[in-house]
Antibody
């Protein structure tokens, strides 16, 4: 069974840094691209970052480029999101997600971790 | 960036009736190399993570009831629920994965009339 379990969320002040983690199990982690998607309270889904299975290629939404960094450790079956200089508008539930076998749609989602940015 | 625009923002349908969701992309998401449309549809029930329903615009995910179907090509796409059930109350999102920024539509909220 595929499982994606996020951790690292919590309360942060504007300008702080946070590191989110996603523990993956139930599949060959090194074979799949991964993404982070967030959802602000009461709002829709926002795709924010992608990483290729090898870690060699990454993409970011304009809203987080230059502040957030996606990375992975295939030996540990782990995905990360380093969040620097967080802002109030980064307040959201952050979902870790796995791509499909034949395309970049999202087949599996974690349960999400809440990040609240407030002074 | 490719902008995905969904309509309507909300929808109220009677049980057993058809529900239709629309999604338009700001540019074509049809690949000429493989003739596939890079669109997926997700269902998100209150308090839950999203769930994949449809990918490649019309391929139903395993385990998804056959009352759900996807259609369309190029820039215009549709998700249809043929006979609405109570458990279908949710927000539905389309997403394109054609470009490198995999944008979502704003969502359509489905309620029972």
């Amino acid at each position: 069974e595929v499982q994606l379990v996020e951790s690292g969320g919590g309360l942060a002040q504007p300008g702080w840094s946070l590191r989110l983690s996603c523990a993956a199990s139930g599949f060959t982690f090194s074979s799949y691209e991964m993404t982070w998607v967030r959802q602000a309270p009461g709002k829709g889904l926002e795709w924010i970052s992608y990483i290729k299975n090898t870690g060699s290629t990454t993409y970011y939404a304009d809203s987080v480029r230059g502040r957030f960094t996606i990375s992975r450790d295939n030996a540990k079956n782990a995905l990360y999101l380093q969040m620097n200089s967080v802002r109030a508008e980064d307040t959201a539930v952050y979902f870790c997600a796995r791509g499909g076998e034949d395309g970049s749609y999202t087949r599996y989602w974690g349960q999400g971790t809440l990040v609240t940015v407030s002074s | 960036d490719i902008v995905m625009t969904q309509s309507p923002d909300s929808l109220a349908v009677s049980l057993g009736e058809r529900a239709t969701f629309n999604c338009r992309s700001s540019q074509s998401v049809l690949s000429r190399s493989n003739n596939k449309n890079y669109v997926a549809w997700y269902q998100q029930k209150s308090g839950q993570s999203p769930k994949l329903l449809i990918y490649w615009a019309s391929t139903r995910e395993s385990g998804v009831p056959d009352r759900f179907s996807g259609s369309g090509s190029g820039t215009d796409f549709t998700l249809t629920i043929s006979s609405l059930q109570p458990e279908d109350v949710a927000v539905y999102y389309c997403q394109q994965y054609y470009s490198t920024l995999y944008t979502f539509g704003q969502g359509t909220k489905l309620e029972i009339k």
